[in-house]
């Protein structure tokens, strides 16, 4: 008469034994890669790319009475790459003069590739060909002009690659060299610049 009670009621509450081996095993995974990455990571101990300018001059400067001007600019770059792990390739780059917030001439270095470890001095050279300055910049260029030196800032973008192992990461880089003093005349002593950088 009595009915029989049903030999087992799974419990639902529970996770399956399955369930629970497969989660435990996806939170080892989970870790076991986390700390591979942070280990690789640690051994390329990736470092800050380091730029100066190191010397700098303008010649042929010419400031026509209708406020034009000529010039060549002359800038040495010291790029410096501590990294004993990843090394550089600079696909583009595009150096700029600013006086006064006014762009005064625009030129490219040739694409390279920097080696691990490596310090390379770059060769900036510049052009401006009757550029029209503002009335207000080309006043004080005339009034920095009689003084000896004349304040200027290097702004360089770059596209690079940054080779670690097998990677390869992209990345865009601007590096401002601010508030050069560059003398006329370039036998006149220049002081080292340290550029910021921004990756
Ligand atoms: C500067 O350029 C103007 C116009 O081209 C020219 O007349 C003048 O002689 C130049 N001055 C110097 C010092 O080269
Ligand atoms: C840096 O690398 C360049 C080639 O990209 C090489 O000419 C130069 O000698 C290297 N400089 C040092 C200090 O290793």
């Known amino acids: 008469m009595a009915n029989p009670v049903p030999a087992q009621r799974a419990p639902r509450s529970r996770p399956s034994p399955l369930v629970r081996y497969i989660s435990i095993l996806l939170?080892?995974?989970?870790?076991?890669?986390?700390?591979?990455?942070?280990?690789?990571?640690?051994?390329?101990?990736p470092k800050k790319l380091k730029y100066t300018i190191e010397q700098g001059s303008i010649s042929r400067y010419n400031l026509?009475?209708?406020?034009?001007?000529?010039?060549?600019?002359?800038?040495v770059l010291r790029a410096n790459n501590p990294n004993k792990r990843i090394?550089?390739?600079?696909?583009?780059?595009?150096?700029?003069v600013w006086y006064e917030h006014q762009k005064l001439s625009i030129n490219d270095v040739r694409p390279f590739h920097q080696p691990r470890r490596n310090?390379?001095?770059?060769?900036l050279n510049l052009m401006a060909i009757q550029e029209p300055l503002h009335g207000v910049v080309a006043r004080d260029m005339r009034m920095e002009k009689s003084s000896g030196n004349v304040d200027l800032d290097v702004k360089i973008r770059s596209k690079i690659r940054l080779k670690v192992g097998v990677f390869k990461i992209h990345r865009h880089l601007n590096i401002l060299c601010g508030t050069l003093t560059v003398p006329f005349s370039p036998s006149k002593e220049f002081e080292r610049v340290f550029c910021d950088v921004d990756l």
């Open 87 to 96: 090394s550089i390739y600079y696909d583009w780059i595009k150096v700029t």
């Open 119 to 123: 310090v390379t001095y770059l060769d």
């Open 64 to 75: 026509t009475n209708n406020d034009h001007l000529n010039a060549n600019f002359h800038f």
């Open 27 to 45: 939170l080892v995974l989970v870790v076991v890669v986390g700390l591979a990455v942070l280990i690789a990571w640690a051994s390329v101990n």
